[in-house]
C-alpha cells in the first residue's frame, strides 16, 4: 500500500514550490491528474520534474515508489519558494506511450513542458524568453554603484 497516493504526492509538491494563496497554485492544481498519472507511472523515480523560476537555481524533484517510499522521508522544506515569481516553467518526464496524450492535456497551461525520459532537460537559452536577445548588455553604471 503506498505512503502517499500520486494526487498527495503532487499536493506536497506544490506546497514545496509555492507559498499558500501564491498565483501559481492555480496551474499547478489545474493539472493535478495529469502529473499524478505521471507520478503513478514512475517516470518520475528515475527522471526529475525540473522547475525552472525566474531567478535562482533549477529545482529536480524525483519521487519514490515500491520500498524505497516506505522508507522515505518527508521532503525538506526549500529555502525559497522558486514559483514566487511569473515567469516560471516545469518540465516534466514521459515515457514516449503517453507522450502525446500528456502534451495534448496541458497544451492550456504554458508554464509546463513535456519531455521524454529518454531525452534531456531543455536549457534556458532553448525556451524563448520575452525581451532576451542573442547579445549580452553590460550595464556599467549598476557595475558602479555602492
Not at 529545482?59 to 515569481?85: C, D, F, K, N, S
Amino acid at each position: 500500500m503506498p505512503v502517499r497516493t500520486s494526487v498527495a504526492t503532487w499536493n506536497s509538491i506544490i506546497d514545496l514550490l509555492t507559498p499558500p494563496g501564491a498565483s501559481a497554485r492555480a496551474d499547478l492544481t489545474a493539472v493535478t491528474s495529469t502529473v499524478a498519472m505521471l507520478i503513478a507511472e514512475e517516470y518520475t523515480g528515475e527522471t526529475p520534474i525540473v522547475v525552472m523560476p525566474v531567478a535562482g537555481d533549477r529545482v529536480r524533484i524525483y519521487t519514490l515508489h515500491g520500498a524505497a517510499a516506505v522508507e522515505g522521508e518527508e521532503p525538506a522544506a526549500l529555502a525559497t519558494w522558486p514559483l514566487a515569481e511569473p515567469g516560471w516553467r516545469i518540465s516534466l518526464p514521459c515515457g514516449v506511450t503517453d507522450l502525446d496524450e500528456v502534451r495534448s492535456a496541458l497544451r492550456p497551461y504554458p508554464h509546463f513542458e513535456v519531455r521524454d525520459v529518454t531525452e534531456g532537460i531543455a536549457t534556458a537559452s532553448a525556451m524563448p524568453q520575452q525581451g532576451a536577445s542573442d547579445r549580452v548588455v553590460i550595464d556599467y553604471a549598476e557595475l558602479e554603484r555602492s
